[in-house]
């Protein structure tokens, strides 16, 4: 039995039948890469539990954050994949223990004629992704790197509903695409301020 709660508020019943029907259920492990750059899209991802962050990456082989997403949501720019035909410009990690069930992409179009639920499920996907990475962009572009550091730390404690940070030093800056000297630097400030409590791959938020 596929769990469907997050979309009965979202979706008209018949269209939970027909995700109930198609849709094939996945569990992920913290860490699991979901989707890589360059594969092939083959279905639509309905978070059902759990967290994913969604990065980008330069031709340096360089990564930056663009955004989380929770349960209740799609990533839009594999739907965009999905309209397009083409393949994925993005690469998606489980950020917590994910569940997500993969609907057949022949389904995108046929339910975005079919059920204004879905069309509407598309479209405020669309404006919210884009919030988040007009977000991304304002950060990058008017925040310093101690301000980005802080908004990284709260958001991700926010998303892990918990207020200790399991990652090193190396992988927040990988995903803020600056260097370990820089976070480093920064959250050993964050400590002597007693705003975080820094320990071996995890930080401990006090007071941010």
Aim: glycine share 2%; aromatic share 8%.
């Amino acid at each position: 039995m596929i769990e469907l709660k997050d979309y009965e508020a979202i979706f008209e019943p018949e269209l939970l039948v027909e995700i109930e029907q198609l849709a094939t259920k996945k569990e992920f492990e913290i860490g699991d890469v979901i989707m890589e750059i360059g594969s092939v899209i083959r279905s639509i991802p309905l978070l059902v539990s759990g967290a994913v962050k969604v990065l980008r990456e330069d031709e340096d082989g360089d990564e930056l954050l663009l955004y989380f997403l929770e349960k209740g949501e799609s990533c839009a720019m594999t739907l965009n994949c999905c309209i397009h035909n083409s393949k994925s410009e993005i690469r998606a990690i489980a950020e917590t223990k994910t569940v997500i069930l993969f609907i057949p992409i022949v389904k995108m179009e046929e339910w975005s004629e079919k059920y204004r639920s879905w069309r509407n499920f598309v479209f405020d996907s669309y404006n919210q992704r884009f919030s988040e990475l007009l977000e991304t962009i304002d950060k990058i572009a008017f925040l310093n790197m101690d301000e980005r550091l802080i908004a990284f730390l709260i958001e991700k404690s926010e998303v892990n509903n918990s207020f200790i940070i399991e990652q090193t030093h190396q992988e927040i800056a990988s995903e803020l695409n600056t260097s370990r000297v820089v976070v480093s630097r920064l959250l050993k400030k964050l400590e002597k301020t007693k705003r975080i409590e820094l320990h071996r791959n995890r930080i401990k938020i006090l007071d941010l």
